[in-house]
């Protein structure tokens, strides 16, 4: 099945500081997703974005398909952006499977 | 609007003991249903999932089962739970057809002791 790599596994960001967070896949995709979990283990749907770009007020995303990466982009971070950020890809082979990277754990910091 | 909730949201259980973890999904029909484990505060494992009623394909052998009773009802069960089975399971939904988002219920912490 399909592989999916995040990185940096942990980010320490001050308050006010962008980040870039990284999504790698082994294949290609008809549906790439980020997540944010919150500390209560919620999963808050942020993106579904198996191509291009969409922002969201301070956050926005780029899926490049075919070199098979998407980038999450958060700018001027606040503390509750602090959580473990998943992205999920399913590949086009036709299967239902939706398979998720290990996550990125952000802390912000005042 | 298409909501999906599951229950409990917490229970502790002792080892060997049986387990019963249900899901519902209201306002859609013929969904894809995903039961996945989150152990460690870290990295979500798909276990189950299904497109249709009857239909259950596992990811991971272990003691854990599925069903798939009704349309929009998802059981996670065990006979006899072991240590190794604590951790934080999720439900989730999506549209039968690829190419749509994917969505979490609110979770159940399982802790055995």
């Known amino acids: 099945g399909i592989q999916v790599e995040q990185s940096p596994p942990d980010l320490i960001l001050q308050e006010g500081a962008n980040s870039t967070l990284r999504c790698n896949f082994s294949d290609s995709v008809n549906n790439l997703q980020w997540f944010h979990q919150n500390p209560w283990g919620q999963l808050i749907n942020l993106f579904y974005?198996?191509?291009g770009t969409k922002q969201n007020g301070r956050l926005s995303a780029t899926t490049v398909a075919t070199e098979r990466y998407s980038l999450l982009y958060i700018s001027s971070s606040q503390t509750t952006d602090s959580g473990v950020y998943f992205c999920?890809?399913?590949?086009?082979?036709?299967?239902?499977?939706?398979?998720f990277g290990t996550g990125t754990k952000l802390q912000v910091i005042p | 609007s298409q909501t999906i909730h599951q229950w409990p949201a917490t229970l502790v259980q002792p080892v060997g003991s049986p387990l019963s973890l249900e899901c519902t999904v209201e306002g859609t029909s013929n969904p894809n249903l995903y039961w996945y484990r989150q152990a460690a505060g870290r990295g979500l494992q798909l276990l189950f999932y299904s497109v249709g009623i009857g239909q259950i394909s596992s990811e991971v052998p272990q003691n854990l089962s599925a069903s798939r009773p009704q349309d929009r009802q998802f059981i996670l069960s065990s006979k006899k739970l072991l240590l190794s089975d604590s951790g934080f399971y999720l439900c989730?939904?999506?549209?039968?057809?690829?190419?749509?988002?994917?969505?979490f219920g609110e979770g159940s912490w399982l802790t055995v002791v």
């Open positions: 989730a939904w999506r549209r039968l057809h690829s190419g749509n988002t994917i969505y």
């Open positions: 974005i198996p191509s």
């Open positions: 999920a890809a399913q590949n086009s082979g036709g299967y239902q499977k939706v398979t």
